[in-house]
């Protein structure tokens, strides 16, 4: 029988639990971490029925889902490491497909909902100017409270300018909230975040699955031609190098053999246009000294 840390029994259904999360762990080939912070439950049942296809979202508790990681780790090598990443309100979202795709999935999936009061916007929450649609009367002073300019033209009251009524990390009192859902402002973007995720012996954080195809693109070409402007000066010779070292030896090789006047067919014509016109060059100075010489740069 299990017992806990104080030496007590543990109960039989969470035996059960963990060994439910343990099978779902060893089935799928990527284990991924979700942030839960202010995901509501009508969002989460829309997006375990938008990937019910292709992943599953398993909630459970923390010291359950972190004893699972740990337990696999035989089978899956580095899993415990992820048990290091189980803080906060997290859920386990399991799949076979790319986590990189999760987790454009994941990003495309989310939703924006109005700000709830008294709670800490996560973000700046900005209110346009133009027309509320509001005839004028009470709402006025309401909107005067949250800080909000305002004027009444053509039988309607209109905010005057762009005015940021709460910054990141500040408070979010009951008028305000009442205020931005009564102008429709949906200012708070709810969805999961794929904070992590385990694939084959890798674990991939946020930073890295965040990235656009673009971006990586971007480096891998950046990182082929350091690569290849390396083995060039390295003179290590490539499929990718061997023909721009070729061609850089044969153009050194040229230069080389004309500068030593070296008489070989590739290097005679050359080596006559330079004799040539070295020659005029010589016979144009003459003939300006010597205008009798003239007659030689004519006849050229």
């Known amino acids: 029988m299990a017992v806990t840390a104080r030496g007590r029994p543990v109960p039989e259904y969470k035996v059960e639990r963990k060994e439910r999360i343990k099978e779902l762990l060893e089935k799928y080939q990527v284990i991924g971490l979700t942030s839960m912070e202010g995901m509501g439950a009508r ?10 296809d292709t992943a599953i979202i398993k909630v459970d508790k923390n010291t359950l889902i972190a004893r699972s990681l740990v337990e696999i780790k035989e089978k899956k090598k580095n899993a415990d490491k992820l048990a290091e990443y189980v803080k906060g309100p997290v859920a386990l979202i399991l799949t076979n ?9 994941l990003d495309k999936s989310k939703t924006r909902t109005a700000a709830k009061p008294d709670t800490v916007s996560p973000v700046e929450i900005v209110v346009p100017a133009g027309n509320t649609g509001f005839p004028p009367g009470p709402i006025i002073s309401e909107l005067g409270e949250v800080g909000l300019p305002t004027r009444v033209e053509s039988g309607t009251i209109w905010i005057t300018k762009d005015t940021v009524v709460a910054k990141p990390g500040d408070f979010i009192p009951k008028k305000l909230a009442l205020v931005l ?3 429709g402002i949906e200012p708070i973007e709810v969805g999961l975040d794929l904070r ?3 694939d084959d012996g ?3 954080t946020s930073d890295i699955l965040s990235k656009k195809p673009e971006e ?9 031609t ?7 000066h390295a003179s290590i010779a490539t ?4 023909i721009i070292m070729l061609r850089k030896a044969y153009m050194e090789a040229s230069n080389l053999a004309m500068n030593a006047e070296l008489v070989i067919p590739e290097t005679l014509p050359n080596i006559i246009r330079k004799a040539e016109s070295q020659a005029l060059s010589i016979a144009m100075r003459l003939s300006a000294k010597d205008p009798s010489l003239s007659v030689l740069t004519e006849k050229r």
């Open 226 to 232: 350091q690569a290849l402007n390396l083995a060039l």
């Open 216 to 224: 990586y693109l971007k480096e891998i070409k950046e990182a082929h």
């Open 43 to 52: 969002q989460l049942q829309g997006l375990r029925k938008k990937l019910k």
């Open 97 to 105: 497909m790319s986590p990189f795709k999760l987790s454009r999935i």
């Open 202 to 204: 890798l674990i991939l």
């Open 181 to 183: 859902k009564r102008l």
């Open 196 to 198: 992590v995720a385990y």
């Open 239 to 242: 499929p990718e190098t061997v």
